[in-house]
């Protein structure tokens, strides 16, 4: 079983910023997909980007250039870095993890991001 916990989120003007951290621990496979998605009310939920153990990284079409995602293997760790960001980043962000073999991914409890001047 594998626990995530996210941290980070908070209130910002647009065209500020924000680092988000997610720390996985329990069961974890060597090799894995992490990724962070959000959902807004009244939305579906979204991928915003993932990142694989080797460092290889995806970014859904609205965030590319403004968000860079990351990881630190040796912490069980994934971040967000959201620059730039915009009235329609607003939302709960969450973070995943899954085995590169299949399976079910696990899921945070998800950490709440609010874009307003």
């Known amino acids: 079983q594998v626990q995530l916990v996210e941290s980070g989120g908070g209130a910002v003007q647009p065209g500020g910023s924000l680092r988000l951290s997610c720390a996985a621990s329990?069961?974890?496979?060597?090799?894995?997909?992490m990724g962070w998605y959000r959902q807004a009310p009244g939305k579906l939920r979204e991928l915003v980007g993932t990142?694989?153990?080797?460092?290889?990284?995806y970014y859904a079409d609205s965030v590319k250039g403004r968000f860079t995602i990351s990881r630190d293997n040796g912490k069980n760790t994934v971040y967000l870095q959201m620059n730039s960001l915009r009235l329609e980043d607003t939302a709960v962000y969450l973070c995943s993890l899954r085995s590169v073999r299949g399976g079910s991914p696990s899921w945070g409890q998800g950490t709440q991001v609010t874009v307003s001047s």
């Open positions: 990142v694989t153990s080797d460092g290889t990284t």
């Open positions: 329990g069961s974890i496979a060597s090799i894995n997909v």
